[in-house]
């Protein structure tokens, strides 16, 4: 039969409150009594009980990430995986360790949402609604939106400055005398699209310019697609001289098009997209783009998570982290 | 007060162990008095208990995916991911949920390997030791090994064909004529490593070519790291006319030095990879490469985990999934 905390404490001579701190808070034992503990432990092979633990405290030290069902993969999403590894390291530095799953894991059979799972806390990531927000709260669970802004009083909601970073991306190819500017837009969720959207029109505004909507282009956000798009676009007999793509995944997608129509890059076309995911600078020549802090963007809402399980009411906000222009070979 | 069980069991006139079961295997309980007692629970807003649940139980239905603390970030890794993705997918499928933790966080204080977490398995990926495996063992703790091979009985390691996978792609390059072949190897773990150099030093070995050492070199396996190993390599007065990369990430960083230094490819210089990672595709020209089944690795984790988990004992297995030449435009 398995070991107990009992066992522990009567072959070291210590209470049970005592081995039992050792192991959940070394930091307030005595160095020579934790180490009497463990050797105890370790002679009659005694681990504490994970499940029974989180029972007494009430707390289980697990976050939840959750990301809208149709957003998957997640961690294959050039966008959400450095904010996902960014909530990782925020959580190991902190004590807590980090679940994974989607918004269906979230609903009973009835479709009422439930937490089903041991955690403290979530970070509900990409489209979400007031709804399911407001389901959580009423079983106490903290919540924090993350890259959508839901209006929802005494909710955290960090975002990045979608509508000014397409403004940076469009002023800077209106700068470099571009009249003729494309938008190759993501299917992404409504926050996103539009504000990326109102962006691109505004700058054209401002130069007068009037919105030619064989140039406003919305795909799936696929390399493949958008070398389609990009194609058909270029083809054209008054093309386009710069193309904005909502993504850098959408320009790696319209760079190859332009590539193979044997176009002069920026000269003949230029190309700017938006992100500064990984492979902006990876493929060749590297990609003018916008970046958005993924890091900066996990960090806040991990931190911002935490504090709430910890015992903080937050006010109601929208964090937006800036957005910066990277400058490199294709504008 | 919260209301509990007893008060829906109480309001829909069904037993605490009906209402319980409509929860937890909806299944199992008749559609009718599934919906009254769903109904009874909306009226008195109440949800199941996820800690008492998994106390009750025994079990809590988490899988850890756990990754060796060095080879962080595992999100970002573009080996990692899509095994990681897959194992997500197949335990979403089977009805688990999954953790994702560094061999750290089974660390206690006193260096004893110890599951502080609730999950009823675990997947170890990458570097990890007989030792480990031992620990967790002892703690009854399920266990399956990802992309390593070690040597204890009844334990299932899923890796893929390392020395074959390698073969492939050196004698694919010897078959097109090449002789100068030099080799760019990532500093992975030795079961990685070794099997691919023998792979490499075996094609050559078969065209009764010595190895030059000069075209043999370690790096750190990023793209930046590799553009500056190639470049010295191309800069060589008798240069070699093929580079065997270890991974694709090196190959694109090698792909950028061959590209700069005007080369054509794969005229003046061939260059292959090795995974099939997304990147492959999305560089121009497109990459040679080793395709390596990645999702079968993370969904035969999983499964193989979930069976043992579910009563199943394994035998003493090492599970080598197929690789495959794929020949794109860089050979």
Known sequence: MAATILDVADLCGYSKATVSRAFASPDQVAEKTRQRVYEAARALNYTPDAIARAMVRGRTDNIGFVIYEKQYPVVLNPFYSPIFESVLQTCARKGYSLFISSDRDLRLPNGQTCVKKQMDGI??????????????????????????????????????????????????????????????????????????????????????????????????????????????????????????????????????????????????????????????????????????????????????????????TPPKQVIQTPVELVIRQTT
Chains 1, 2 share one sequence.
Do not use: W
Request: glycine content about 6%; some cysteine; charged content about 20%.
């Open 123 to 312: 970070i509900l990531a990409g489209q979400s609604d007031a709804q399911m927000v407001m389901d959580l709260r009423r079983q106490n669970m903290p919540v924090v939106v993350l890259n959508n802004a839901i209006d929802v009083d005494d909710l955290t909601c960090v975002t990045t400055d979608q509508y000014g970073g397409a403004l940076l991306a469009m002023r800077h190819l209106t700068e470099r005398g571009h009249r003729k500017i494309a938008i190759i837009a993501g299917a992404f969720s409504p926050h996103v699209c539009t504000s990326r959207y109102n962006g691109y029109c505004d700058a054209l505004r401002e130069i007068g310019q009037t919105i030619d909507l064989r140039f406003v282009q919305t795909i799936e956000p696929t390399a493949e697609q958008a070398t389609q798009c990009a194609s058909m676009m270029l083809s054209l007999p008054d093309r386009p001289t710069a193309i904005f793509c909502t993504n850098d995944t959408i320009a790696v997608g319209t760079l190859k098009a332009a590539l193979r129509a044997g176009l002069r890059i920026p000269q003949d076309v230029a190309i700017i997209g938006f992100d500064d995911s990984e492979i902006s600078h990876l493929v060749e020549p590297e990609l003018t783009t916008v970046r958005v802090d993924k890091a900066a963007m996990g960090c806040i809402a991990a931190e911002q998570l935490i504090a709430q399980i910890e015992g903080e």
